[in-house]
T-cell receptor
């Protein structure tokens, strides 16, 4: 039973390029959450998605960041025109529904480095 | 604005002894608290949780204590084992139904043989 998969595990981009981070939830999970961990800080909630719907994007920066979770395929976190401050570890989590007591299962993360 | 704070970035403990990890929070609306454990190159995994209606929850070697008036919780690991060496994150949410977790910066625990 595969866990949450994220790819790539490491991504290097130059300033101004686009970054695409992918997350495949655990089998049977239809709820996906993205978190960002800046250096020396804890994980911070970015966005919560269900299939084809954004439920809560209150933690997403207003510009350059977008997320989707299509009917087929993985969830994508997209960062346009990356800047050095976007360098961080991005974690995806999934759950079978939106109730916390079911726990969020985290993927291994994508470490983004912006040169 | 860090609403969950883990002020000790690291902790070193002898195998067999107790590890005590501390966590403070500022948001009085938090009423559900979790601890996650993270190994290098892996994502955080859920360890133990506690609701604000309790002041203690135990699961094997792991016990979480909550002092709501002090806005403080702690994780006790007894006895500590080498496999416990990891980063431990404290997290909180407003209600057990709230998916929006707020995390501390983590404490790196090293268990010495």
């Amino acid at each position: 039973n595969a866990g949450v998969m994220q790819n790539p595990r490491h991504l290097v981009r130059r300033r101004g390029q686009e970054a695409r981070l992918r997350c495949s939830p655990m089998k049977g999970h239809s709820h996906v959450y993205w978190y960002r961990q800046l250096p020396e800080e804890g994980l911070k909630f970015m966005v919560y998605l269900q299939k084809e719907n954004i439920i809560d994007e209150s933690g997403m920066p207003k510009e350059r960041f977008s997320a989707e979770f299509p009917k087929e395929g993985p969830s994508i976190l997209r960062i346009q025109q990356v800047v050095r401050g976007d360098s961080a570890a991005y974690f995806c989590a999934s759950s079978p529904n939106g109730m916390l007591y079911n726990e969020q299962f985290f993927g291994p993360g994508t470490r983004l480095t912006v040169l | 604005d860090q609403q969950v704070k883990q002020n000790s970035p690291s902790l070193s403990v002898q195998e067999g002894r107790i590890s005590i990890l501390n966590c403070d929070y500022t948001n009085s609306m938090f009423d559900y608290f979790l601890w996650y454990k993270k190994y290098p190159a892996e994502g955080p995994t859920f360890l133990i949780s506690i609701s604000s209606i309790k002041d203690k929850n135990e699961d094997g070697r792991f016990t979480v204590f909550l002092n709501k008036s002090a806005k403080h919780l702690s994780l006790h690991i007894v006895p500590s084992q080498p496999g416990d060496s990891a980063v431990y994150f404290c997290a909180a949410s407003e209600g057990s139904n709230d998916y929006k977790l707020s995390f501390g910066a983590g404490t790196t625990v090293t268990v010495r043989a």
